[in-house]
């Protein structure tokens, strides 16, 4: 009996002991847990990083993390398709206007896409850029395209395809018929008016402050016309009057007759430098553009035509007959695209970035450089510093050491340049300290 006791009672012991230790294990695997779950969970991040300029001033910025368990992955993003902007260009004197052109535009897609980071959403779809260049060009591109092609990668220079009309004309008339022919018809299951989702056609002077193709196209509308400032009309404006009595007394004409000008002249202007909508929609509108324009021997200005195939109807009408969407005329004071040339007042806010009438922040700004402060701000912000495409850095001077005239005490070291070596900057590529180029020991011996 004394035996069988003995047993039972150290038998007590061990399972009180295992139970002990059990749950030690657990607290200590609970604590590890916890521990590393507020790390990740709650991140604090100073005032000057990244987290503050995606998010606005706060002198502290807690942003709240999602535990890697619970992040949203590649898998559940639906894959979209890519969006395309097209441009045209002349020649290199433009080139100071690309750069701007298009360092906005990486800013804005890049300020995108790490948005979506912070909070865990699904990237933007991606954004490619075709920009047409004359024939001669694409063949031989300066130096400054080829960098600019190098440094963006969604950048291509396109020359327009031999079977593009009207070459010998202004780029302005032909490049519609060379994005006809670029983007397809839709038709066409292999034409990039199927690859693409939205297609966005604009002059190169404009200023980029957000992804384009966050501009909503309302009321199940396919396709969007911008109007310029509403308080100056077709017929107070003589460069629009000037325009469609070219196309009404053009040889083979008239393109547009006097009556249809005469109607005209109480209606708002809209600009032919920006055109936005589906890549389906784009398709018919660069057919009907590229076709108008011939039928008139290019003897009639594009912006007329533009505005004469709204107004008339037959613009609408051709969308409605593809099947793909119907046609918008979005109002200059509450557009996302700004086209500025003869706003009288343009307002910016505190970072510098340009609103609508009705304060919203627009999303492209075209014709800012009429207002000599947003060309400035602009300018400032994404401009060229030299010309793109220049290798000339000077190199680094030498140093050598000396020592002051009582003998070794307080060595210097010398820059082998005078104060000529970058006082030619920007042309020079660099930037001296002090106007001498070199340390003034002075300031930091005591």
């Known amino acids: 009996m004394a035996g069988s006791k003995s047993f039972r009672k150290r038998f007590k012991w061990l399972i009180t002991a295992l139970l002990l230790l059990g749950l030690s294990v657990a607290f200590f695997e609970d604590l590890a847990t916890w521990c590393t779950d507020s790390m990740v969970q709650e991140t604090l991040v100073d005032p000057g990083s990244w987290g503050q300029m995606l998010s606005g001033p706060a002198s502290h910025i807690r942003v709240s993390t999602v535990h890697p368990s619970t992040q949203l992955?590649?898998?559940?993003?639906?894959?979209?398709?890519?969006?395309?902007?097209?441009?045209?260009?002349?020649?290199?004197?433009?080139?100071?206007?690309?750069?701007?052109?298009?360092?906005?535009?990486?800013?804005?897609?890049?300020?995108?896409t790490?948005?979506?980071?912070?909070?865990?959403?699904?990237?933007?779809?991606?954004?490619?850029?075709?920009?047409?260049?004359?024939?001669?060009?694409?063949?031989?591109?300066?130096?400054?395209?080829?960098?600019?092609?190098?440094?963006?990668?969604?950048?291509?220079?396109?020359?327009?395809?031999?079977?593009?009309?009207?070459?010998?004309?202004?780029?302005?008339?032909?490049?519609?018929?060379?994005?006809?022919?670029?983007?397809?018809?839709?038709?066409?299951?292999?034409?990039l008016a199927v690859k693409y989702d939205k297609v966005l056609a604009i002059d190169l002077d404009s200023v980029f402050q957000r992804n384009p193709f966050d501009m909503p196209l309302k009321h199940g509308s396919s396709l969007a016309y911008f109007a310029e400032w509403t308080g100056l009309r077709i017929g107070q404006c003589k460069y629009h009057l000037r325009w469609f009595d070219e196309c009404e007394k053009a040889k083979g004409g008239p393109y547009i007759t006097q009556q249809q000008i005469d109607d005209l002249g109480d209606f708002e202007r809209i600009c032919a430098g920006s055109v936005y909508g589906t890549a389906k929609a784009m398709s018919v509108y660069l057919q009907t553009m590229s076709k108008t324009l011939l039928d008139s021997h290019f003897r009639c200005n594009d912006q007329a035509l533009h505005i004469h195939l709204f107004y008339s109807g037959l613009m609408r009408q051709r969308l409605k007959n593809a099947g793909v969407g119907s046609l918008w005329l979005v109002p200059n004071n509450e557009s996302l695209l700004g086209t500025v040339g003869t706003t009288?007042?343009?307002?910016?806010?505190?970072?510098?970035?340009?609103?609508?009438?009705?304060?919203?922040?627009?999303?492209?700004?075209?014709?800012?450089?009429?207002?000599?402060?947003?060309?400035?701000?602009?300018?400032?912000?994404?401009?060229?510093?030299?010309?793109?495409?220049?290798?000339?850095?000077?190199?680094?001077?030498?140093?050598?050491?000396?020592?002051?005239?009582?003998?070794?005490?307080?060595?210097?070291?010398?820059?082998?340049?005078?104060?000529?070596?970058?006082?030619?900057?920007?042309?020079?590529?660099?930037?001296?300290?002090?106007?001498?180029?070199?340390?003034?020991?002075?300031?930091?011996?005591?």
């Open 344 to 446: 009288p007042i343009i307002r910016f806010n505190a970072w510098g970035e340009m609103l609508n009438d009705v304060g919203d922040v627009q999303t492209v700004i075209h014709q800012y450089k009429h207002h000599p402060r947003l060309r400035d701000l602009v300018e400032k912000k994404y401009g060229e510093v030299v010309d793109v495409g220049r290798t000339d850095i000077p190199d680094m001077p030498t140093m050598k050491r000396e020592t002051d005239s009582i003998g070794l005490t307080r060595p210097r070291w010398v820059m082998n340049a005078t104060s000529k070596f970058c006082e030619q900057f920007p042309r020079a590529m660099c930037s001296c300290a002090k106007d001498s180029c070199q340390v003034e020991y002075n300031d930091y011996w005591y």
């Open 114 to 191: 790490l948005l979506a980071i912070q909070q865990h959403t699904c990237p933007p779809a991606p954004v490619h850029v075709k920009i047409t260049v004359p024939g001669a060009l694409a063949k031989d591109l300066p130096k400054g395209f080829q960098e600019i092609a190098k440094r963006f990668a969604f950048v291509e220079f396109v020359g327009p395809d031999e079977k593009v009309h009207g070459q010998w004309a202004p780029l302005v008339f032909w490049r519609f018929g060379a994005w006809s022919a670029l983007i397809g018809d839709a038709s066409d299951p292999q034409s």
């Open 73 to 112: 992955g590649e898998n559940e993003c639906e894959s979209k398709r890519p969006n395309l902007i097209l441009s045209a260009i002349s020649g290199a004197e433009w080139q100071d206007q690309l750069v701007i052109f298009l360092n906005s535009l990486e800013a804005s897609l890049g300020r995108e």
